[in-house]
C-alpha cells in the first residue's frame, strides 16, 4: 500500500505524503487524533523503506572498504637484486612452510634429477622472432599483450566491430556449484594468439585458398570454453579455416611455439561431467596446425597429482635451443619434456616424440583439498633456468628447471591467479610483481579482507614493497586481483598498472598505476563493474603510451592514456561480462566475451 502511494505521488515530494494520499483518495478531513495515528504509521513505514533500501543496497554493493593505504617498503631487501642466481634466504627459506616435493622422470619416481640438456631462456624480447602474440602476455617475462606501434591520431576506438560467434558446454562435477551450469563464450584468462605466419609456412597449412593467397593475412587463434579452438582473419573476423573441435573447455590462452612452428599448445580449464567418461577429463594436448593432427597429449587424471580437480589454465613455454616443454599444471604437477621436433618447412611434415619427461609436485604444511588448494593456474614466467610460479595456496615459488629442486619461496597470503612479472631493469637488478585474489583471508563475516600488491626481489625472494587494498569477495567470483599486470615501457616506464576488483564495493573496481620504486599510487580510473581482464598496453609511433582496459558485466571496453589514466574512450560490445583478456596487434583488440563472442576493435 505504501509503495502504491509513493507510486503515485508525481506531484509533490514525499514530505507533503499526507496531503498526496488526501488528495488521491478523496477522504475528508479526519480527526486530530486519527490524523496523528496516520502519521506515525507513514513514519514507520518510511523508516522501514530506507532501512529496506539500505539493506538492500548493502547486500548488493557492500560497504565501502578503506582506501589509500600506504605502501610498506623495504629498500634493504632490493640489496641482493643482482646476484648472479637465485638463493633462499631466512625469511624465504622453502622449509618455513613444510614444503615437501617428488619427482618423476619418464613414469618412475627418482630422488634426484639432473637436466641431459641444460635450458637456459633468452631475454623476454628474445623469446621469438615470430611476428605477434604467441603465448599469454607474450614471452617468458609475460610483460606484453601488443605487437607492432601503430598510428594512432584521434585516440578513439570505431564504432563499428567485428564479432564471431562462440558456443558454451557443460561444467565438470567438481565446478558446477560455482556460478551458472556452463562454460560459455570465452573466460578467465582466454587470451587469442595472434600472428602472422612467414609466407612458406602458410602455404603448407589447412588455410582456405584464399586466405592463403592473402599476403598481409594475419591470423587470431582463439581457443574458447566451447571446446573449439578458432581462426579468424584480423582484418575482418572471418574464418581463415575450419574450427579445430577439441570438446573440452578451454579457459587459459594456449600457446604457439615461439620458433614458428606449426604447433599449438592448449590445456583444458575444467573437465566435463563424468558421464563423459575418460575423454571427457581435462588435459593438455598438443596439435599440428598443418592439419590438425594431435601430436600427444598428456595429464589426464594423473596419479602423480596429490589434487583430485586437474585443469590447465596456464600458458606454455618452450625453450628454443633445447627443444623443451615446459607446462605447470592446476592439478600440482610441473610437466617438463623434451619435443624432438622435427619439421619440414617445404613439404609440411611435422611430428614429435616427447622424451626426458620430467615433472615436479609438492605439498605444504596447509595444502588440502579443502583449503589452501595445491595447484598453479598462473602462467608461469621464466627467467634462464629459473621458473616463477604461483599457485592456488599463495606460495610464489621460484625452482632451478635443471635440478627440478625448488630454491625459495615466500608467502603472499591467498590464492594467486594473477601470472607473476619477471623485470631486469638497466643495472641487472631483478624483480618479480605479482598479486593475489582474496579467498582464504577473507573475513568470515564481512567477506572483505586485504590482499597485496607485490614487488619482490626475484634472486632472494624478499618482499621490497607490498601495496595493500581492502576488497570484497564472493565464493567463486573472487576479489582482489586475478589479472595480470601491466609492466609499462617507455614514457610509462615507471608504471606498474593493475585493476583491483570489488573495492570499494562488490560490484565496483579500480585500475590503478603504482610506483614501481615505491609501489604508491601515481593515479587511478573508477571502474562501476570491476575487472578480472588483463590490461594492455599499447604503444604508438610517436611514443605515446595507451591502456585497454575491459570491465566485467558492463560490457565495456575503455581506453585510456596511460600517463595519467585520462579515459579517453568507451565502446559498449554488449550486455555481457568480458573477463577474458585481449590482445593487441598493431591497432587491433581481440577479446572474447561470455556471451559467445569474439570482438575485433579498431584504436584510430
Known amino acids: 500500500m505504501v509503495f502504491q502511494l509513493l507510486q503515485l505521488n508525481d506531484e509533490k515530494p514525499a514530505s507533503n505524503l499526507y496531503t498526496v494520499i488526501m488528495k488521491k483518495y478523496k477522504q475528508k478531513p479526519v480527526t486530530r487524533k486519527k490524523r496523528k495515528v496516520l502519521l506515525i504509521v507513514l513514519a514507520v513505514a518510511a523508516a522501514l523503506i530506507a532501512v529496506g533500501g539500505v539493506y538492500l543496497r548493502q547486500r548488493w554493493y557492500g560497504g565501502k572498504t578503506a582506501q589509500d593505504i600506504p605502501a610498506e617498503y623495504n629498500a634493504a631487501a632490493a640489496e641482493n637484486a643482482s646476484l648472479e642466481k637465485p638463493r633462499a634466504v631466512s625469511s624465504t627459506d622453502p622449509a618455513n612452510m613444510g614444503f615437501s616435493a617428488k619427482l618423476m622422470v619418464d613414469g618412475s619416481e627418482v630422488p634426484a634429477y639432473t637436466r641431459e640438456q641444460a635450458v637456459s ?356 567470483i573472487s576479489g582482489g586481483v586475478q589479472a595480470t599486470a601491466v609492466l609499462g615501457r617507455g614514457e610509462i616506464a615507471d608504471l606498474l598498472i593493475v585493476p583491483v576488483a570489488r573495492t570499494p564495493y562488490k560490484r565496483t573496481g579500480r585500475l590503478v598505476a603504482l610506483d614501481r620504486a615505491t609501489g604508491e599510487e601515481r593515479w587511478a580510473f573508477e571502474m562501476d563493474t570491476y575487472a578480472w581482464s588483463s590490461p594492455v598496453a599499447v604503444y604508438a609511433e610517436d611514443g605515446s603510451a595507451y591502456i585497454v582496459q575491459c570491465d566485467g558485466s558492463g560490457g565495456n571496453v575503455h581506453l585510456l592514456d596511460a600517463k595519467d589514466g585520462t579515459l579517453l574512450d568507451t565502446l559498449h560490445v554488449g550486455d555481457t561480462n568480458i573477463e577474458a583478456s585481449p590482445a593487441v596487434f598493431g591497432n587491433t583488440i581481440v577479446v572474447g566475451t561470455r556471451g559467445k563472442e569474439i570482438v575485433g576493435i579498431t584504436i584510430s
Open 121 to 476: 631462456f633468452p631475454d623476454g624480447d628474445s623469446y621469438t622472432g615470430m611476428e605477434g602474440i604467441v603465448t599469454f602476455r607474450g614471452n617468458n617475462y609475460r610483460d606484453s599483450a601488443s605487437f607492432g606501434t601503430p598510428a594512432v591520431t584521434e585516440r578513439k576506438l570505431s564504432d563499428t566491430f567485428w564479432t564471431a560467434e562462440t558456443g558454451s558446454l557443460p561444467k565438470g562435477d567438481l565446478t558446477q556449484s560455482k556460478g551458472s551450469d556452463e562454460w560459455s563464450g570465452s573466460g578467465w584468462t582466454g587470451q587469442p594468439l595472434i600472428v602472422k605466419w612467414d609466407e612458406q609456412t602458410k602455404q603448407v597449412m589447412n588455410l582456405y585458398p584464399e586466405k592463403k593467397q592473402k599476403e598481409s593475412l594475419v591470423e587470431v587463434i582463439y581457443a574458447t570454453m566451447d571446446g573449439n579452438v578458432y581462426f579468424l582473419d584480423l582484418a575482418d573476423g572471418t574464418p581463415t579455416r575450419d574450427k579445430l573441435s577439441i570438446g573440452l573447455p578451454f579457459k587459459g590462452a594456449g600457446a604457439l611455439d615461439p620458433r614458428g612452428y606449426p604447433i599449438l599448445y592448449v590445456g583444458a580449464g575444467d573437465s566435463l561431467p563424468s558421464s563423459a567418461g575418460e575423454a571427457g577429463q581435462a588435459r593438455v594436448f598438443i596439435y599440428s596446425l598443418i592439419d590438425f593432427t594431435k601430436l600427444y597429449e598428456f595429464g589426464a587424471n594423473d596419479p602423480f597429482s596429490p589434487r583430485e580437480f586437474h585443469a590447465f589454465d596456464s600458458s606454455a613455454l618452450v625453450d628454443e635451443q633445447t627443444d623443451t616443454l615446459f607446462y605447470p599444471g592446476e592439478n600440482a604437477v610441473l610437466y617438463t619434456m623434451k619435443l624432438n621436433t622435427r619439421y619440414d618447412p617445404q613439404t609440411g611434415a611435422l611430428s614429435i616424440a616427447p622424451s626426458d619427461e620430467a615433472k615436479w609436485t609438492y605439498s605444504t604444511n596447509r595444502t588440502s583439498e579443502e583449503a589452501y588448494w595445491w595447484g598453479m593456474e598462473d602462467s608461469a614466467s621464466i627467467w634462464k633456468n629459473y621458473m616463477y610460479v604461483c599457485d592456488n595456496a599463495g606460495d610464489m615459488m621460484c625452482i632451478d628447471l635443471n635440478t627440478m629442486q625448488l630454491v625459495w619461496a615466500q608467502d603472499i597470503l591467498d590464492d594467486a591467479n594473477a601470472s607473476p612479472i619477471f623485470e631486469e631493469d638497466a643495472q641487472g637488478n631483478r624483480f618479480l610483481y605479482v598479486a593475489p585474489s582474496l579467498h582464504w583471508q577473507q573475513d568470515a563475516k564481512t567477506h572483505t579482507g586485504r590482499v597485496f600488491i607485490y614487488k619482490l626481489n626475484a634472486m632472494t625472494g624478499e618482499v621490497i614493497w607490498k601495496k595493500p587494498y581492502e576488497v570484497h569477495t564472493e565464493e567463486g
